[in-house]
């Protein structure tokens, strides 16, 4: 009997994974979406329209402010949404917000549920557009990751950081192009690969001011968001 405990304990424990959570708010709507990815391929294990996803060991982002502040809980596990593991319970959570959208990431968490759907989220927002800005904003704290050394503007109180960041839409071209070198003479010739454009959106659609805690650069960084999809807004 002591046998068979301890290899079902083992093989609960292997089970488990290191996840990030992502919870999206569309504010116009107050429609929201769920996903887990694996923390190390970065894999969509499961997402859900809404703030539940179901599971033996449910997660759960329901208590969540309109501005990405409260609890969530992992099974029976409850987690403030805070940068510091000290005063989160354990994870590490950063928040991205304006007056149209919401997004909360948090990572170092360990999931080990077994039964859940993978879910699809494509036709949970009112707004095409809410898709765009959420990927947009996910890659761009995932990218804070690789650049974590540009941390800046911390509290002595609990060590989060708060700053604004206001992206310039970019529209990515719909088929690569192709510079040429003219020559009167004779046959123009092509001067390098093709490759694709981008230039300022129109009006800066889909731009605007965010409010970020967590995942803050240096003052003055700049870097292009190539996430728009072909041909822009």
């Not at 190390?40 to 859900?48: K, N, Y």
């Not at 990572?107 to 898709?131: L, M, N, P, Q, R």
């Not at 804070?144 to 509290?155: E, F, K, L, P, V």
Request: proline fraction near 4%; charge should be negative.
């Amino acid at each position: 009997m002591h046998c068979l405990f301890a290899l079902t304990s083992f093989i609960t424990a292997v089970a488990a994974i290191d996840v990030q959570i992502a919870w999206r708010l569309e504010k116009s709507s107050n429609i929201s979406a769920l996903g887990v990815y694996n923390a190390e391929t970065g894999d969509l294990l499961a997402e859900a329209c809404g703030s539940l996803i179901d599971a033996d060991i449910p997660i759960d982002f329901s208590d969540v402010s309109d501005d990405g502040y409260g609890n969530f809980t992992v099974g029976d596990e409850s987690f403030l949404i805070h940068t510091n593991p000290d005063f989160s319970g354990g994870p590490e959570c950063s928040k991205t917000f304006n007056p149209d959208h919401a997004i909360v990431q948090c990572s170092k968490i360990t999931w080990s549920a077994e039964k859940f759907s993978k879910g699809d989220v494509s036709d949970c927002f009112e707004d095409e557009e809410s898709y765009t800005v959420f990927h947009s904003l996910r890659a761009r704290d995932l990218s804070y990751g690789m650049h974590s050394a540009h941390r800046r503007d911390s509290s002595d109180l609990d060590e989060r950081q708060y700053c604004s960041w206001a992206p310039s839409i970019k529209v990515i071209g719909d088929d690569t192009v192709q510079n040429y070198v003219f020559n009167t003479c004779g046959p123009n010739s092509d001067d390098g690969d093709p490759y694709v454009m981008y230039s300022p959106n129109d009006q800066n659609r889909g731009g605007g001011y965010y409010c970020v805690v967590g995942t803050c650069r240096s003052q003055g960084d700049q870097y292009w968001d190539k996430t728009g999809r072909a041909g822009g807004p």
